[in-house]
């Protein structure tokens, strides 16, 4: 397998300021549970002890969230301030029928000329995503003559595993099909998803390879037209997860539920569908895929992206892992961009992005200056008491 392992110092998930989340009646305990990384243990046959011990780690990680989002906020406020007034965003694009088929649009400041596209699926336990999640992304890459289009999707309870990721695909559909109205050039469209968002966006990648390689002809949009895949710090075998999650705050019971049941789980694991003797004649469909994970991330493992690389390269299709020394689940996200300055995991991207625009080229040689949003102290604090 090949593996790239970078040693970086430039030191990644809570929501902009401006978005909402809706949590109602008994469900608030399970639903909080997916995005805080909450591991309960006990003595077998003590509930009171195990009631006692859930109700401190609740308080002490409730604490710990919250504190962490004040340390960041100076930069949350300034993205959100982009968000809401920017010209440049335009915001809820209705991509479909459903709750929540929306997506954003960040554009360049200047559409001088068809610009390439990301299509980008958030993260979110598939409890919390929301497409403003991708604000920060979305901004810098369009300082950078990108358009980002930041997929929604139903979350649950709104709507379970299949859901999201018929809903990912539409927006994909929608991007593919209508982006040149906006300046995208559709031969230039790159799929990328973050934790959650990597998985059900690898999720929709795959189960579209296969359904060319049949030959169905109810497809809307084809996997030719994406020149490449990024993952940002995924799980890619949800059989290998179950137990992980579980001790990290996303039990089990409500694992399986988002899944559609331990039956299920296969189904919704790329890695596992691309080994299959059925995905043979879609691998030569599938674009060059690269992975990201930090070797800290505790929230999802890097050997998450390790053994899905390892799966796809047996098979023949063209992978790479990308592995970054020391950063954790939200450092390659959220940490790095606010950090401004050099930052390993934009520049391979935008490379990636522009590595056939030979103007596009000269103008990264010279590139603006990244402006940090956040002071350096504030965001080492942010590091040490991160729930993630």
């Known amino acids: 397998m090949d593996v790239v392992l970078l040693n970086t110092n430039h030191a990644a998930e809570p929501p902009p300021v401006g978005s909402r989340l809706s949590l109602r009646g008994s469900s608030l305990s399970a639903k909080i549970s997916g995005m805080l990384p909450l591991k309960l243990t006990c003595s077998p046959g003590s509930p009171s002890r195990f009631s006692d011990i859930s109700g401190y780690r609740w308080i002490t990680r409730l604490a710990a969230l919250a504190f962490y989002a004040i340390l960041l906020m100076p930069g949350f406020l ?71 289009a930041c997929i929604d999707y139903r979350n649950f309870p709104q709507g379970t595993i299949s859901d999201m990721v018929s809903d990912a695909s539409q927006g994909i559909s929608f991007i593919c099909n209508n982006i040149s109205e906006y300046g995208g050039d559709p031969n230039r469209i790159y799929l990328m998803g973050q934790s959650a968002g990597a998985h059900i966006s690898a999720c929709v990648l795959v189960e579209q390879a296969l359904k060319e390689a049949r030959g169905e002809e109810t497809i809307s949009w084809s996997v030719s037209q994406i020149k490449g895949y990024f993952g940002l710090s995924g799980g890619y075998n949800l059989c290998k997860l179950v137990d992980h999650f579980n001790n990290r705050g996303l039990y089990r019971s409500l694992f399986l539920s988002i899944m559609e049941g331990e039956e299920s789980l296969q189904l919704f694991s790329p890695e596992v569908r691309v080994q299959d003797l059925s995905f043979k004649d879609a691998v030569s469909l599938l674009p060059p895929i690269t992975l990201f994970h930090g070797t800290a991330d505790y929230s999802i493992p890097s050997t998450s992206s390790q053994t899905f690389v390892d799966a796809l390269q047996r098979v023949g299709a063209q992978a790479d892992l990308i592995l970054y020394e020391g950063k954790t689940h939200t450092d390659l996200f959220l940490q790095d961009p606010l950090r401004g300055g050099k930052d390993d995991l934009f520049d391979h991207l935008v490379a990636v992005i522009h590595a056939d625009d030979k103007e596009a080229l000269a103008k990264d040689a010279t590139p603006p200056p990244r402006r940090r949003l956040v002071p350096e102290v504030l965001l080492r604090l942010a590091g040490h008491i991160s729930p993630f």
């Open 78 to 148: 300034q993205v959100a301030y982009y968000y809401f007034f920017s010209s440049q965003v335009r915001r809820s694009i209705i991509y479909g029928y459903q709750p929540r088929n929306r997506l954003d649009l960040y554009l360049p400041e200047n559409i001088d000329g068809p610009k390439p596209v990301v299509a980008f699926v958030t993260g979110g336990a598939w409890i919390i995503g929301y497409k403003a999640w991708g604000s920060l992304l979305g901004k810098q890459l369009a300082e950078r003559d990108i358009i980002v």
